[in-house]
Nanobody, 128 residues
């Protein structure tokens, strides 16, 4: 059973930084693409970033604009968030989908319904 556990959320002032972590265990497939999504109150869950199994390719939501960086080391995925804005306030979720390809062709990695595995989420609050 795949388990994803997020950590690193908290309260930060606008312009500040946070680093989220997602520890994964219980892999049952050969590899996984890993992603971060976020959900603000009253809004739908939104794609933030994806990193492929080998870490060679990363993809970001349009709103990121170079402020966030996704990375991975073995079974942990990170989201470095810089220049945080109040609009970034949300619960951030880690998600995984079985994939060993670095191209993600035909995989709707930006679509939350493509992901069978989810963490419980970590709250990020950015004050103005």
């Amino acid at each position: 059973q795949v388990q994803l556990v997020e950590s690193g959320g908290g309260l930060v002032q606008a312009g500040g930084t946070l680093r989220l972590s997602c520890a994964a265990s219980g892999w049952t497939h050969s590899g996984y693409a890993m992603s971060w999504f976020r959900q603000a109150p009253g809004k739908e869950r939104e794609f933030v970033a994806t990193i492929t199994w080998g870490g060679q390719n990363t993809y970001y939501g349009d709103f990121v604009k170079g402020r966030f960086t996704i990375s991975r080391a073995k079974n942990t995925v990170y989201l470095q968030m810089n220049s945080l804005e109040p609009e970034d306030t949300a619960v951030y979720y880690c998600a995984a989908l079985p994939s060993t390809t670095e191209a993600l062709r035909g995989i709707r990695y930006w679509d939350r319904t493509a992901y069978p595995y989810w963490g419980q989420g970590t709250q990020v609050t950015v004050s103005s």
